[in-house]
């Protein structure tokens, strides 16, 4: 029904920068919440940031003041700027969609390595 596609991860040294973006695709193309979440090497699962249809954000605190989430021209596009990245954060990132009626969806995730 739904498909995420993550590009944009990489490796970059501690203190640089990367920009993520997610596209979504399929037969439901209206969203409630479009957000970002991460897995860091043996961790769970955690929020990094959301952003609603309504253009409310919501963001970990451990990224706040470093970490951009805007939706993109595209419709069901997201992206996530990173800046002054931290070796801890490290980890496979996730794209999330959620419908409130119908479901959540996540992408396939695309790996970030920060160097230190």
């Known amino acids: 029904q739904v498909q995420l596609v993550e590009s944009g991860g990489g490796l970059v040294q501690a203190g640089g920068s990367l920009r993520l973006s997610c596209a979504a695709s399929?037969?439901?193309?209206?969203?409630?919440?479009m957000g970002w979440y991460r897995q860091p090497p043996g961790k769970q699962r955690e929020l990094v940031a959301t952003?609603?249809?309504?253009?409310?954000?919501n963001y970990a605190d451990s990224v706040k003041g470093r970490f951009t989430i805007s939706e993109g021209n595209a419709k069901n596009t997201v992206h996530l700027q990173m800046n002054r990245l931290k070796p801890e954060e490290t980890a496979v990132y996730y794209c999330?969609?959620?419908?409130?009626?119908?479901?959540?969806?996540w992408g396939q995730g695309t790996q970030v390595t920060v160097s230190s």
């Open positions: 999330n969609a959620v419908n409130s009626q119908l479901g959540t969806w």
């Open positions: 399929g037969t439901i193309l209206s969203f409630n919440a």
């Open positions: 952003i609603t249809s309504g253009g409310s954000t």
